[in-house]
């Protein structure tokens, strides 16, 4: 049984009980990110080759002789998976054509860390996304490069404290915002462009279910809890999931064709972004003041959002 | 012998590479390979055949393309040189790791610093290690044979490795030749379509690119170098195979009047003709010298060099590549190294030359050899440099 | 020779019976990696609270809880890492988390 189309209530029974990722992975406890896969493959369905990049979803699902994948599944290096997933596009696609293979849609996806995507992995996901390949790039963003030991990285959060970037006496954690893909993505021209969160599992399975459907490149930034990496307890990774939405730190929108549309309620007033930041030990060096800062740039790029909603028009 | 047309040799690559029926083309332009990678793109936009041209946006991404509709069971082939091929380091092992049978074109040039576009070894010498099985080309003739060929080395079923052909940048890319084409019809019959091990799709899901964990990765690595070094028994075939269809013999190794030579040069690429014809010079004024030619790097065709050397006193390797504070050109070292314990093996003289395009003419190759006679070591040297 | 897919070894040990490329043709056979020594504690439902919603289900990292029989989703303790999602997550607070015994 399929889905969740015209789903306007929340029953998380009724989403397909098909796993395309089994148990027995070795992610941490209350790992967001491999929840985050779990339902992104499930909004997916059948038909999907995946192309993934050297990261914690790679290293818990594949070692030799394991597999926790159930869909045709490659993994060749850090930076490529957006350039492998290219690949595989164009190969299944003149397979097809020239009838080496069998004459149905399979859709590829490449998915990446926030290392993989923003960083490292940059170049080949802009070269992919120019060109225009039939094909879903999914970023697992858990702020950090996590699977090496929880070094920062360009999607690291203002102020978070990560190996290289500690909260030391002189420089108190991350000095930069998070970089947003999601709207380098749309100056791309990606015709679909969505973020997401695990802790919203119709919204997201809803997102992938659209992406799938463009004939053409698709991006979705997934929000990815990590309670190893942020300090914090297994237990209330789906609420840090709703946390950071409500705050407005990590909104949950879609851009179609250019027109930018929140797909979360719109509360009159943000709450209070120091309820995401106080049970991370990530932030616990952040004193009032700090907090002060972070809640107006949130604010501020909130406002930036809203402003995009009301104005951009689709091209 | 069939009809001959002039032809640059890199455009005749592409030619070659386009008679091979093959499904996904991933290419960065880099000079001098450019002529390669255009002339592929004006065959498949001119919809000659029917192929898929990724014009992606580095080498590295040309290489992990490949390696994506490799997987995927489709035919593929890049080109690069150079810089470029230094790009892909980082992937070519993983290509070769994960028994994809990707064909590349690699134009030979210097390596940057400082750059320098013209020809030399330097560039595809550090991948020695990465596992590809390596063939070197003298003229277009062989530009266009060895490309076909290697697809049918690549894909069988007992050797599944990647291919690189080497083709002199300049030297031999740019150059006009006379060159004879088989026709669609011939490719077709010695090369079919390919039949993939395993295939990227949900009809049968694989998992490929898994991580080995320290108890498994030496008997990964052996069962990797094991089949690199079984590849030369299809090699041998292929080139047997071919010569049976077309009348063109390939070896391994090939020989120019050495048999009773007292010194033999010996060389890789397109500067074997120039040698040869050292060679028929040095005859005439009676010189007993003849010319070994290596046509495969990897798999080493270790026994083929020593049935060619045989009887030989001294062996001259021409390097065109360096390795900086080492025991002297990948050639040479890895001559020696094979050599080390045979008896009444030839003395090995290392002359570092033609590097970064710097042209080697007939009289270089008589200059070398008088300058070996002289040599009382076995250190390498770089001919011609100027003190 | 490439080794036939039906040859592949579950834990290669020689370097021969290694597959080509590392290639895995069992879909899924990390299941056969018991992750449930993980857990420091293990979730106990209440079945008298519970009210079937799936929110347990939908939110689990390891997949490991499932419908029985008569409805419930009872977590695989097979699998279960511990991490107490599923009790922080459950609406009518049906499901607790218990230290592991041994």
């Known amino acids: 049984m399929n889905t969740v189309q015209n789903f306007e209530i929340f029953a998380p029974k009724l989403v397909d009980r098909k796993e395309y990722f089994s148990a027995g992975h070795r992610a941490c406890q209350g790992c967001g990110e491999v929840l985050a896969l779990r339902l992104l493959l499930k909004g997916l369905g059948d038909d999907v080759v995946v192309a993934n990049a050297t990261g914690c979803m790679e290293i818990v699902s594949s070692a030799y002789p394991q597999t926790a994948w159930l869909n045709p599944y490659i993994h060749v290096a850090f930076e490529n998976a957006a350039a492998v997933g290219s690949g595989v596009e164009a190969g299944l696609k003149a397979l097809r054509r020239k009838k080496k293979i069998a004459d149905r849609d399979v859709k590829t996806i490449a998915i990446a860390g926030d290392g993989g995507t923003a960083d490292i992995g940059l170049q080949a996901l802009s070269g992919a996304m120019e060109r225009g390949h039939d094909m879903i790039f999914f970023c697992l963003d858990n702020e950090a490069y996590m699977n090496t030991g929880i070094q920062r990285s360009s999607a690291t959060p203002f102020m978070a404290a990560t190996t290289t970037s500690p909260a030391g006496i002189a420089i108190p954690g991350q000095r930069t915002g998070k970089k947003n893909v999601p709207e380098i993505m749309v100056a791309h021209k990606v015709p679909y462009v969505a973020t997401a969160c695990p802790s919203y599992p119709i919204d997201l399975i809803n997102k992938v279910k659209k992406a799938k459907a463009v004939k053409g490149p698709a991006y979705i930034h997934i929000f990815s809890m990590c309670p190893t990496g942020w300090r914090c307890a297994s237990e209330i990774t789906i609420k840090l999931g709703r946390l950071v939405v409500e705050t407005g730190v990590f909104p949950l929108y879609e851009v179609e064709n250019g027109k930018y549309r929140l797909t979360m309620e719109v509360p009159e007033k943000l709450r209070p972004v120091g309820d995401y930041l106080k049970p991370q030990g990530r932030f616990r060096h952040l004193k009032p003041s700090d907090i002060e800062t972070i809640q107006e740039r949130v604010n501020r790029e909130w406002e930036i959002l809203l402003n995009k909603v009301e104005c951009m028009q689709p091209w | 012998m069939g009809k001959r047309i002039g032809m640059e040799v890199g455009i005749a690559a592409a030619e070659a590479v386009a008679l091979c029926n093959i499904d996904v083309a991933a290419v960065y332009p880099i000079t001098p390979q450019s002529h390669i990678a255009e002339h592929m793109a004006d065959i498949i936009h001119d919809g000659r055949i029917d192929a898929e041209f990724i014009t992606v946006e580095s080498e590295h991404s040309s290489i992990s393309a490949c390696a994506g509709a490799s997987a995927t069971g489709a035919r593929v082939y890049t080109a690069t040189s150079s810089q470029g091929l230094m790009l892909m380091h980082e992937i070519l092992p993983i290509v070769s790791a994960m028994r994809l049978p990707v064909v590349m074109g690699n134009a030979n040039r210097a390596v940057s610093g400082p750059l320098n576009i013209w020809n030399d070894h330097g560039d595809i010498m550090p991948q020695r290690d990465s596992g590809w099985i390596c063939l070197f080309t003298e003229n277009g003739q062989e530009v266009i044979d060895l490309s076909i060929m290697a697809f049918k080395i690549a894909e069988d079923p007992e050797v599944m490795l990647p291919c690189v052909v080497n083709i002199d940048g300049f030297q031999l890319t740019h150059m006009i030749e006379p060159l004879e084409f088989p026709t669609q019809a011939q490719v077709n019959k010695f090369l079919p379509d390919r039949k993939p091990y395993a295939t990227l799709h949900p009809d049968n899901p694989v998992t490929m690119g898994c991580f080995n964990m320290p108890d498994i990765f030496t008997e990964t690595m052996k069962a990797k170098d094991t089949a690199l070094w079984n590849s030369k028994k299809t090699i041998v075939k292929v080139f047997s195979e071919w010569g049976k269809q077309f009348g063109r013999k390939y070896n391994v190794v090939e020989t120019y009047k050495a048999k009773d030579a007292e010194t033999l040069i010996l060389t890789m690429g397109s500067m074997g003709e120039t040698a040869s014809i050292a060679v028929d010079e040095m005859r005439k004024a009676g010189r007993k010298v003849g010319l070994v030619k290596l046509r495969l790097w990897r798999p080493f065709p270790v026994e083929e060099l020593r049935a060619a050397i045989k009887g030989a006193k001294t062996l001259i390797v021409m390097d065109r590549a360096i390795s900086f504070g080492g025991a002297g050109g990948p050639v040479a070292t890895e001559i020696k190294s094979f050599l080390f314990h045979d008896k009444g093996r030839p003395r090995i003289v290392d002359f570092l030359m033609g590097l970064g395009g710097r042209d080697v003419t007939v009289e270089d190759f008589i200059a070398m050899v008088e300058r070996a006679k002289k040599k009382k070591d076995e250190t390498y040297e770089y001919y011609g440099v100027r003190e | ?102």
């Open chain 3, 1 to 102: 020779m490439a080794k036939k897919k039906t040859e592949q070894k579950k834990w290669p040990e020689k370097w021969h019976e290694v597959t080509p490329g590392c290639m895995v043709f069992e879909p899924g056979n990390a299941a056969n990696y018991k992750t449930g020594s993980w857990k420091a504690q293990r979730p106990i439902l209440d079945k008298q609270k519970c009210i079937k919603c799936g929110i347990c289900y939908i939110f689990c990292p390891e997949a490991c809880i499932q419908e029985d029989a008569e409805g419930f989703f009872v977590a695989d303790l097979g699998y279960c890492k511990g991490c107490g999602i599923c009790a922080h997550e459950c609406w009518p607070g049906a499901i607790s988390m218990a230290e592991e015994v041994e």
